[in-house]
């Protein structure tokens, strides 16, 4: 594959995976529409970063808008296309639900039906561990019931699996879903905790732990998400009748789903006293009850991963968090 259209490119996850690509020397299509969902000045920067790098070029563009869509998978004829544009939070989902449906139902809509009628040869697409919702079997493994979403977000993401699995069936397009487990590092978004805290305890102010620091997460470093969607990208799932791949629920249709993890669930309370060693500073916590949508542990089985592309991430928090905080100083002049 030569020619890649990244959605979401202005994005925290967009940026990483289009800057790797341009330095692999693809042909990189970025596309975004500058929400205002957090600060755009991040998003504007992150573009800048992008900007003049060899192989990139970017286009401003709503996906919710269909014909426009179309219009620029025409003008740039994608061999792939990695689909990361969306309205993300799960708390968020609570105030402003059509902004869900809007980007992340309307708007992967227009993305599909774009690859049906210009010949992709893979979509990746972005889904979330948030589909796993109220399961209570850990670690979450891609072909377990995901029934039960306890957010419009988690809803929605959901739906895109299903409505990717149904245009693979339907129309042949090959297809991959990304289940992100909570992805961290530099130039990431400042609605995320571990920006928030990092924030806070930088400037004295307290944080917020909810479900008394019970709460645990599968963090996972962006580098190796990047690592991941680019082994992924050259490999499209096969159209075949018979046999399964690694990642596949429905063998006879060219879909796949994996899990993309850290396989080391971190308690909230550890991950705070990490933040804390690395800046330096004490954080004055305030102790809150579980928030609704949320859950309390995130695990990911990564052994479809590991099976498909050789590679599964293992990046320590220690590790993932002393290079965010080394951007974010030096991103916001501290």
């Not at 286009?59 to 309205?87: C, M, N």
């Not at 105030?95 to 309307?106: G, I, Q, R």
Request: hydrophobic content about 40%; proline content about 5%.
């Amino acid at each position: 594959m030569r020619r890649i259209l990244v959605t979401g490119a202005a994005g925290f996850i967009g940026r990483a995976v289009s800057a790797r690509l341009a330095e692999d020397g693809l042909e990189v299509r970025g596309v975004d529409n500058f929400t205002s969902y957090y600060d755009i000045r991040l998003k504007e920067a992150r573009l800048k970063d992008l900007e003049g790098r060899p192989g990139f070029s970017f286009l401003r563009l709503d996906l919710a808008d269909a014909a426009a869509t179309r219009e620029a998978f025409a003008d740039f004829k994608p061999d792939g296309v990695i689909h990361l544009a969306a309205q993300a939070g799960v708390r968020y989902s609570l105030e402003n639900p059509s902004a869900y449906t809007s980007s992340n139902v309307d708007g992967f809509l227009s993305v599909l039906e774009a690859c049906r009628f210009h010949e992709v040869r893979h979509l990746v697409y972005a889904s979330s561990s948030s589909v796993y919702g109220g399961n209570t079997k850990v670690p979450f493994a891609e072909a377990d019931a995901v029934n039960l979403p306890v957010s419009l977000y988690a809803a929605t993401k959901r739906a895109n699996e299903l409505m990717a699995q149904t245009y693979s069936h339907l129309f042949r397009i090959p297809a991959s879903g990304l289940r992100f487990f909570t992805v961290y590092g530099p130039w990431g978004r400042p609605d995320m905790a571990y920006y928030k805290f990092t924030d806070a305890i930088h400037a004295g102010r307290p944080i917020d732990i909810y479900n008394h620091g019970r709460m645990e997460r599968d963090f996972t470093y962006i580098d190796e998400v990047v690592e991941a969607i680019r082994r992924l990208v050259v490999q499209p799932p096969a159209d075949k009748a018979s046999g399964a791949e690694p990642g596949r629920i429905d063998p006879a249709t060219p879909h796949r789903i994996f899990n993309i993890g850290n396989h080391t669930p971190v308690r909230l309370e550890r991950f705070v006293s990490v933040l804390e060693d690395i800046i330096g500073r004490k954080a004055e916590r305030h102790l809150k009850p579980m928030q609704p949508g949320d859950v309390e542990r995130t695990y990911a089985d990564v052994e479809a991963l590991r099976q498909a592309v050789g590679f599964t991430p293992r990046t320590t928090i220690e590790e993932g968090l002393s290079a965010f905080v080394g951007w974010y100083k030096g991103y916001h002049g501290i």
